[in-house]
């Protein structure tokens, strides 16, 4: 999943659509929030720890995104 995501992160950042990021990275922190306050017999580490690595990948696209805007003086609010 995370290679889907990291291709997503790149198309929206080549396309500097920043609102798509922006949503993509509420979504996955919605989830792992809703998976964190879980309990009971099931485990959801793993579910997690790859929302935790998406999380990541959206970030750096976010910081790539941003860097891009500045050397062009743009606002990538797409």
Same mark, same amino acid.
Do not use: C, W
């Given at each position: 999943? #995370?290679?889907?995501?990291?291709?997503?992160?790149?198309?929206?950042?080549?396309?500097?659509?920043?609102?798509?990021?922006?949503?993509?990275?509420?979504?996955?922190?919605?989830?792992?929030?809703?998976? %964190? #306050?879980?309990?009971?017999?099931?485990?959801?580490?793993?579910?997690?720890? %790859?929302?935790?690595?998406?999380?990541?990948?959206?970030?750096?696209?976010?910081?790539?995104? %941003?860097?891009?805007?500045?050397?062009?003086?743009?606002?990538?609010?797409?």
């Amino acid at each position: 999943m #995370s290679n889907a995501i990291a291709q997503i992160v790149d198309a929206y950042v080549r396309l500097k659509n920043r609102r798509g990021l922006d949503e993509l990275m509420m979504h996955r922190q919605r989830l792992a929030v809703d998976l %964190k #306050s879980r309990s009971g017999a099931y485990d959801f580490s793993l579910p997690i720890s %790859k929302i935790d690595e998406e999380i990541a990948i959206i970030e750096e696209g976010l910081r790539r995104l %941003k860097a891009e805007s500045t050397d062009t003086g743009t606002t990538g609010t797409a």
